[in-house]
């Protein structure tokens, strides 16, 4: 199985705050990589797909890079109605195995 | 509008089974991979398994912790897909989505979850 290590696992930030988080996969998974945000109680919503394509409706605030091993996951200025926790995902090989997820929180 | 809607969630004690239903609308429901993925309270979220279009065969895939225990099915003439859940343990306790196949480039949507609680 391929194991995806998201780090950092919880993190505080401001609004108007540039952060990254990282994904690393076990193994090389080219752009298989989607990004996920979820709130407390609701449903997760992708962002990116395709390791780098924003999702249709998805903030331009958010993007990601990375490929092979490595991914990223950049919001450029934090707005209030982001802090939620985000999972990657990699769906190049079965089983489907999201991160850890990291949790976003205000400082 | 595309809506995915999950029922049949409820109590179960450890060793029973229950069937979950994903009553699909709005795309094509014939040439559709579709998922279940579950998350446990307060804990991430782990894929459970797929099923391919019937034209594919409609065979199925599974996640270690839940073979030869679940089993998904498709009725495409109701455009619903089940999951069939025996042998069933504290650990399988969770909020179950449907979706559809990981990273489809042509969208993703999910139900909006049925609650699952395995306990004595």
């Known amino acids: 199985d391929i194991q995806m290590t998201q780090s950092p696992s919880s993190l505080s930030a401001s609004v108007g705050d540039r952060v990254t988080i990282t994904c690393r996969a076990s193994?090389?998974?080219?752009?298989?990589l989607g990004w996920y945000q979820q709130k407390p109680g609701k449903v997760p919503k992708r962002l990116i797909y395709?390791?780098?394509t924003l999702q249709s409706g998805v903030p331009s605030r958010f993007s990601g890079s990375g490929s092979g091993t490595e991914f990223t996951l950049t919001i450029s200025s934090l707005q209030p109605e982001d802090f939620a926790t985000y999972y990657c995902l990699q769906h190049n090989s079965d089983p489907r195995t999201f991160g850890q997820g990291t949790k976003l929180e205000i400082k | 509008e595309v809506l995915l809607v999950e029922s049949g969630g409820g109590l179960v004690k450890p060793g029973g089974s229950l069937r979950l239903s994903c009553a699909v609308s709005g795309f094509p429901f014939t040439n559709a991979w579709l998922s279940w993925v579950r998350q446990a309270p307060g804990k991430g979220l782990e894929w459970v398994g797929r099923?391919?279009?019937?034209?594919?065969?409609?065979?199925?895939d599974y996640a270690a912790p839940v073979k030869d225990r679940f089993t998904i099915s498709r009725d495409d003439s109701k455009n619903t897909i089940y999951l069939q859940m025996n042998s069933l343990k504290t650990e399988d306790t969770a909020v179950y989505y449907c979706s559809t196949e990981l990273g489809w480039g042509g969208g993703d949507f999910w139900g909006q979850g049925t609650l699952v609680t395995v306990s004595s």
């Open positions: 395709a390791a780098s």
């Open positions: 193994q090389g998974i080219r752009n298989d």
């Open positions: 099923i391919r279009s019937k034209g594919e065969g409609g065979a199925t």
